[in-house]
């Protein structure tokens, strides 16, 4: 069975401010949807909303196993979240950190899993260092590790290249890219064009406002553009 993710008019209101509106697709396994939007455009709460960490005041978020729906518990167990924060412990060794998330997860043979990722993201000799003193870019690979420990069906990014030198983020982007074929990725993003290389769909934002998913092999980068103009003008009009 093939995982499926869906929002359905997903719109989320905070206080009188609406974050969100009436926001709306499917994505399939192998699809990988990059969001872009200005500060503010309602970027990271569509991904907390996706991530079942917050709820939408209206419209709904599912997560099928092909027919069969997805109750939230599983659904955030097939889940791999990458945020602004790295969500790791930093007083715990590299090694630590990841067999202890991959325990949560009840990931078989945990200390393997750990070393395989380590080595995945170029930080086995580093797996006895505690992350407290690791660069920007090498926290950023140990969160890509933490996010893929239990192989995720759905991998959602914040802004994973932010305050990346181009090597890492070069790193970065080739663990994001492997398997990428068998999962859901969905990607905010500020560079536009990594972010429309790298994906098959594209979701411009703009106070919470769309104009819907655009496939990127409908669109050219400069159609896109465009696109987004016409979203800004429409926003301030």
Do not use: W
Not at 198 to 218: K, P
Request: charged share 30%; aromatic share 4%.
């Amino acid at each position: 069975m093939s995982i499926c993710l869906t929002a359905d008019s997903v719109g989320k209101t905070r206080g009188s401010r609406k974050t969100l509106r009436d926001v709306s697709f499917t994505l399939e396994a192998g699809r990988h949807l990059a969001v872009f939007g200005s500060n503010g455009a309602g970027k990271t709460t569509l991904l907390r909303i996706l991530a079942l960490l917050d709820r939408p005041s209206t419209g709904s978020v599912a997560v099928l196993d092909g027919e069969t729906p997805l109750d939230p518990v599983d659904a955030r167990a097939r889940m791999g979240f990458v945020t602004h924060m790295p969500q790791l412990y930093l007083d715990l060794t590299a090694e630590e950190n990841l067999v202890l998330f991959a325990r949560l997860y009840g990931v078989p043979d945990a200390g393997r899993r750990a070393r395989d990722l380590l080595d995945s993201v170029g930080l086995l000799h580093r797996r006895d260092d505690v992350v407290r003193g690791f660069s920007r870019g090498m926290t950023q690979r140990m969160a890509i590790a933490r996010a893929l420990v239990n192989d995720p069906d759905i991998l959602l990014l914040d802004e994973v290249y932010s305050g990346l030198d181009p090597r890492a983020a070069a790193d970065v982007r080739a663990l994001v890219r492997r398997d990428a074929e068998k999962r859901i990725i969905v990607e905010v993003s500020h560079d536009f064009e990594s972010g429309v290389a790298d994906c098959t769909d594209v979701l411009m934002l703009e106070r919470g406002r769309t104009d819907g998913v655009v496939a990127r092999s409908d669109a050219s980068i400069d159609d896109l553009r465009a696109r987004y103009r016409a979203l800004l003008q429409g926003v301030a009009s």
